[in-house]
């Protein structure tokens, strides 16, 4: 399983974004891979199946989805198809909180990044299908970008960042649409918890490697730490905190699966300064120690290639 890098697409360190077209066959599909940066993927054209994390979903023009980082996935078409895809490839870095609180639309970016994506239980069962103009728009928004991006003339950085904006808003528009009819056959407040709940798992999700507390996150979604608690364990049996802890050690378990680096960075990486916490956690909630658990993947990996050199 390959492990792709931002710095093999982003050749500024100072510029976390890069777009391109390309297409996938019989004869032209990725190996499986993850990558440390996200990936909005817009189908322009075709259909195949897009695997992930080791199960097929079928995708057709119109689908639009994100692959967040360490999220294994591939692509497989059929004999005689094709898939034309547009990916858009950027980091949380791309657009700071801030600037989304300073407009007002930090909300709305919770909502695109919510379901259809974070859910791996649902995700590709809700991803986002386009249609008519809705598709037209997205595509000629995505095409703008691109041509942006290619021409690189002065300040097109910023006007990338502006397009992304209004690309990302546009998307949650049309998941918000796509998911109002069934939440209207939920009760008001049920409602209204579930959503708070895909929020905050949403920023969980993007924030993991960064200090989260309870008293910050309340401040930021306007709601008291008891109520928060109580919401949260109510809608996913979970405390706050025990999902932080999930999400984070989900990552770690990535991290050491992709390469050698010492478990002390693995730890940082993922939001505990203390690697002494984390080799505790990790134990707890594994049942061994991240290097044993590095330890048992290598033999595993060994295994599986002393079976297929026996093969033949």
């Not at 134990?283 to 290639?305: F, I, M, N």
Request: contains cysteine; hydrophobic residues 35%.
């Amino acid at each position: 399983m390959n492990q792709l890098r931002r710095s093999q697409f982003m050749h500024d360190a100072n510029i976390p974004f890069a777009i391109g077209r390309c297409v996938h066959d019989e004869h032209n599909v990725p190996s499986a891979h993850s990558h440390d940066f996200v990936e909005l993927v817009y189908v322009a054209s075709g259909m195949a199946d897009h695997v992930f994390e080791g199960e097929a979903y079928p995708i057709r023009a119109g689908d639009v989805f994100i692959i967040n980082p360490g999220e294994v996935h591939t692509y497989k078409t059929e004999q005689g198809n094709r898939i034309e895809i547009i990916n858009c490839l950027f980091t949380p870095e791309l657009i700071h909180e801030s600037l989304l609180k300073e407009l007002g639309i930090s909300q709305s970016m919770d909502y695109f990044y919510v379901h259809p994506f974070l859910d791996t239980r649902e995700r590709f069962h809700h991803r986002l299908n386009l249609h008519g103009t809705e598709a037209d728009h997205v595509l000629q928004l995505l095409e703008g970008i691109i041509q942006e991006w290619e021409r690189a003339r002065s300040g097109y950085y910023t006007v990338i960042k502006l397009q992304m904006l209004q690309l990302l808003i546009v998307l949650s528009r049309c998941y918000m649409g796509a998911l109002e009819s069934k939440e209207q056959r939920r009760p008001a407040r049920t409602s209204l918890h579930a959503m708070l709940v895909r929020r905050l798992t949403g920023f969980l999700e993007r924030h993991f490697d960064k200090k989260l507390a309870i008293p910050e996150l309340c401040e930021l979604f306007g709601i008291s730490s008891r109520q928060l608690n109580r919401v949260f364990k109510q809608e996913t049996g979970q405390t706050v905190m025990d999902r932080i802890h999930q999400i984070r050690i989900e990552r770690a378990k990535q991290y050491l699966a992709d390469g050698d680096e010492k478990v002390i960075h693995i730890a940082h990486r993922v939001g505990y300064e203390d690697p002494a916490f984390f080799t505790q956690l990790f134990r707890r909630k594994v049942g061994c120690s991240p290097g044993q658990y590095r330890d048992k993947l290598e033999e595993l990996a060994s295994h599986s290639g002393n079976h297929s050199l026996q093969a033949k």
